[in-house]
């Protein structure tokens, strides 16, 4: 009976330690549970998570750029700005930076705007041809030499804009810019030829200049269409009128794929005129010629024991005769005061930065005498020679009782 209660009881105790089991592994396995007793690492695992979800949106999500006058750079010098106003206005504009996209995009459109601005002189004359020809109205900003004579509109650079002009008025016969009125000429290309507007005072060429024909438009500031001074004055009017006449604006500004790199660069011997040939054969000759002249020797060296020794008087009185042959009583006057005021600034223990009234002022007070008549003395312009032997005298004199004491 006794081992009968015992296996009853340890059965009991099975079952109530496999229910007390049970209930643990259910409280483990309840996420409610768990984040209660984690809320610490909950919050910060979910601020990390946060964290890194936005710096992977951050990359993945589209950029714009950062070139000059791009449709795609939010930017002070970029352009966007004015391409999602003419957007507004229902022009499709089409930002493109390659040659075959632009010629694809123009040839696609029934009546297409070409806006070029190639600021590094990347397209040749064959393809600035190409693209004038596929677009119906090209307009040009700040255009190179180069582009200028591929355009074959008479259209010429006439110089900058200066800098007493940063407000230009239009001052033309074109009804656009009558339109936009007053617009920035800061930092500005004019162009002449063909009718021109926003003239600075004196030239007759301007800063936007339209040919005979209509087809072709120099713009020749980059500042209107920026982001930055598209609100200033009238160069929001004057850029959407420009760009806005037809339905497809092509934004073209080409990059560095655009070069033509098809062809060998030429070699030095192919950009030297035909007479450099013979150059070197001259030069030989010359140098020959140099030799023979310059390299005769008229007979054995002369050796002269150094140094020479030469006595100081002797140097003192060959340049005191110099001085007298050329009557440079200046030059002897200015020498003979110059080394007065040194001698007399050692001696006195002035140091070489003292003037020559603070020598004075140490000899008077030196020699107990005033000081106005030896600054007098040291100031004075020997007008003869005889005078300025005497005035010698006169500082050897001073010096002297100077040393004397």
């Known amino acids: 009976?006794?081992?009968?209660?015992q296996d009853v009881a340890g059965e009991q105790n099975t079952v109530d330690r496999s229910t007390s089991q049970d209930s643990r592994s259910a409280v483990r396995r309840s996420p409610i549970r768990w984040l209660r007793q984690h809320r610490g690492l909950a919050a910060l695992a979910a601020v990390v998570a946060?964290?890194?979800g936005m710096v992977i949106w951050g990359q993945l999500a589209p950029k714009g750029d950062g070139v000059s006058l791009s449709v795609h750079n939010p930017g002070p010098e970029g352009a966007r700005a004015v391409s999602e106003i003419l957007g507004r206005h229902g022009v499709n504009v089409k930002g493109v930076d390659r040659f075959e996209e632009a010629m694809a995009a123009l040839e696609d459109s029934d009546f297409p705007t070409l806006l070029l601005y190639d600021r590094n002189g990347y397209l040749d004359d064959q393809r600035l041809s190409d693209l004038i020809d596929a677009a119906q109205?090209?307009?040009?900003i700040s255009p190179r030499l180069q582009t200028l004579g591929a355009l074959d509109s008479s259209i010429t650079q006439a110089g900058v804009v200066p800098e007493s002009a940063p407000v230009l008025e239009p001052d033309c016969s074109l009804p656009d810019a009558g339109a936009a009125g007053q617009v920035t000429g800061t930092s500005g290309f004019v162009y002449d030829g063909g009718?021109?507007?926003?003239?600075?005072?004196?030239?007759?060429?301007?800063?936007?200049?339209?040919?005979?024909?209509?087809?072709?438009?120099?713009?020749?500031?980059?500042a209107i269409l920026s982001n930055e001074k598209l609100d200033e004055l009238g160069n929001a009017a004057l850029a959407l009128r420009t760009l806005g006449s037809s339905a497809d604006l092509v934004w073209y500004l080409p990059s560095l794929e655009d070069l033509d790199t098809t062809g060998s660069p030429q070699t030095l011997s192919e950009l030297a005129p035909d007479w450099s040939r013979f150059i070197g054969l001259w030069l030989a000759l010359v140098a020959l010629a140099a030799i023979l002249w310059r390299g005769r020797r008229h007979g054995p060296l002369v050796f002269e024991p150094l140094p020479v020794v030469v006595k100081a008087v002797e140097t003192a009185e060959g340049r005191a005769r110099l001085y007298q042959e050329a009557r440079a009583i200046g030059q002897a006057r200015d020498n003979l005061r110059a080394g007065t005021l040194v001698r007399l600034a050692r001696k006195l223990r002035l140091g070489p930065e003292a003037t020559a009234d603070e020598a004075a002022e140490a000899v008077a007070r030196f020699l107990s005498r005033p000081s106005q008549g030896i600054k007098e003395l040291l100031n004075e312009h020997p007008p003869t020679e005889a005078r300025l032997v005497a005035w010698a005298q006169e500082l050897n004199t001073l010096e002297k009782e100077v040393s004397s004491r």
């Open 50 to 52: 946060t964290a890194l």
């Open 1 to 5: 009976m006794t081992e009968a209660l």
């Open 195 to 222: 009718t021109s507007c926003y003239r600075p005072a004196g030239t007759s060429a301007g800063l936007l200049t339209v040919s005979g024909d209509g087809r072709v438009t120099v713009l020749g500031s980059t």
């Open 137 to 140: 109205r090209v307009v040009v």
